[in-house]
């Protein structure tokens, strides 16, 4: 390389690094933003599939019983086996979503990220640093 060449490079990445360091506290504080958006979303995710789901399993349960109740005495055991599936079927798809909303709920970097984002950045990108 010639000497012309090596300047130009040299000017180059001085302009580069000139242009980062004004652009770097504007990236921080958007990323910082979007964490803390992130985690109250999920947040409020979190807590609405609690509700949801909680109620989703008492109308399953009172469902159950309504269809049990119709049932003629007497009458082969069709609709209340029917209704005993469903509250099953209700009651397991009922669990296995609210596991993952009471994760979401209890996850305490969610929580970080939601009042201290800047903490939950900076942990973040440690994990990322260490490949983890």
Do not use: R
Not at 33 to 45: E, F, R
Not at 57 to 84: Q, R, S
Not at 94 to 115: E, K, M, N, P, R
Not at 117 to 131: E, F, N, R, S
Request: glycine residues 10%; proline residues 2%.
């Amino acid at each position: 390389m010639n000497q012309q060449t090596i300047h130009a490079v040299n000017q180059w990445a001085a302009q580069v690094q000139t242009a980062l360091v004004k652009i770097a506290p504007v990236a921080w504080h958007t990323l910082v933003a979007v964490k803390q958006a992130d985690s109250i979303g999920y947040l409020i995710s979190g807590g609405a599939g609690l509700v949801f789901f909680g109620l989703t399993a008492i109308v399953a349960a009172i469902f159950m019983f309504v269809l049990i109740g119709k049932a003629a005495p007497g009458a082969d055991d069709t609709l209340t086996g029917f209704a005993v599936f469903c509250f099953i079927l209700g009651a397991i798809a009922t669990l296995v979503s609210l596991g993952f909303a009471f994760a979401l709920v209890t996850d305490y970097w969610i929580w970080i990220g939601a009042f201290h984002p800047d903490l939950a950045v900076a942990h973040d990108i440690i994990q990322k640093a260490l490949g983890q």
